[in-house]
């Protein structure tokens, strides 16, 4: 009976009535298949859309025009007053210069004096030059003008040279003799031993005091010799 109920067929035989059989999923993600783009959301789609605005269209025109007018009618003949009255416009005031400090409106007004309006530079005697300096120019002047003025004069004037006499050569030689005596008893009276700077300095200076005299009393008596 279970032969006759189950007949047993080979595998081949199988196949080729039945066909393939899927074998069933029994692991990891189902398989789907992918839809069409076009059955994605559209960017914007979701959005509220306002209504459509209508045009108001106005049905009434103007057909007539109006009448053109006269020629010379609006205007008025020479001479004759006008009845319009024209008033001179108001000066509008300009406000006072203010700084902002903050964004709420905080204002805090300078003076002319404050160095943010440039005062100096917009003075009409800006770039000339003051009066006491012209002043003190022409003295300046004045004064040069003078000292070369008398430079020249002094220049002009010829210096009188007086000649000595053979008696006042020979006063003015005994007095250089006598003044060199005594620088000569000075130095004699020195010290040996000269050790300290005073004494360097004091011996320095009288010898060369004795050697002026000596230079002195020898170009006198060379020119009362000649004479």
């Known amino acids: 009976m279970a032969a006759e109920m189950c007949p047993q067929e080979t595998i081949p035989i199988f196949i080729d009535k039945n066909g393939v059989m899927e074998r069933p999923q029994r692991m990891g993600p189902t398989i789907v298949e992918l839809q069409h783009s076009d059955n ?19 049905n009434v025109y103007c057909t007539c025009t ?3 007018l006269a ?14 009255m024209f ?24 003076n002319k004096f404050s160095g943010l309006v440039p005062v100096y530079v917009k003075k009409k005697d800006y770039g000339v030059i003051p009066a006491y300096l012209l002043r003190r120019k022409g ?23 007086e000649n000595l006499t053979d008696e006042e050569c020979r006063e003015i030689i005994e007095d250089l003799k006598k003044k060199c005596s ?17 004494l360097k300095t004091r ?3 009288l ?3 004795m050697q002026q005299l000596e230079n002195d009393l020898k170009l006198l008596e060379t020119l009362v010799s000649n004479k």
């Open 40 to 58: 994605y959301v559209k960017k914007h789609s979701k959005d509220p859309k306002l209504p459509e605005i209508k045009q108001h269209v106005r």
């Open 139 to 161: 003295h300046i002047t004045k004064s040069l003008q003078s000292n070369t003025e008398g430079k020249q004069e002094e220049s002009e004037i010829e210096i009188e040279i």
């Open 207 to 209: 010898e060369g005091d």
């Open 71 to 84: 020629a010379g009618t609006f205007l008025l003949p020479a001479g004759l007053p006008a009845k319009r």
């Open 66 to 68: 109006k009448p053109m």
């Open 182 to 198: 005594r620088l000569n008893t000075a130095y004699q009276r020195l010290p040996f031993v000269i050790d300290t700077p005073s």
């Open 87 to 110: 008033t001179a416009t108001p000066k509008v005031s300009k406000p006072p210069l203010c700084i902002v400090d903050t964004n709420k409106g905080h204002k805090e007004y300078h």
């Open 203 to 205: 011996k320095t200076r």
